[in-house]
């Protein structure tokens, strides 16, 4: 009788459901966003409010997330140094 050996998602998944703690799962969009989509995902509408959808149901589709679980997004901004001009880039 031949056994397959379990994925590390689902060894993952069994010891998450044995000690009953949760996962964070962190998306990061890559771009900045501009304050008006910021403001309009703060109301739950919006590019971004459909963008957050669909990355919460292709998560759900891989069995990252709970199907029943209820997503939170946490929106935070990033305050411009006063003085961003005087910077140095160190691209050169």
Known sequence: MATTGATAAERESRQQEKTGTSQIVVVDLDEAQPARRVKLLRKGRGKLMTRVERIVADLVEAGTVKSGA??????VREAPAPF???EDDDDD
Do not use: A, E, N, T
């Open 84 to 86: 961003w001009f005087l």
């Open 70 to 75: 209820q997503p939170v997004v946490i929106v």
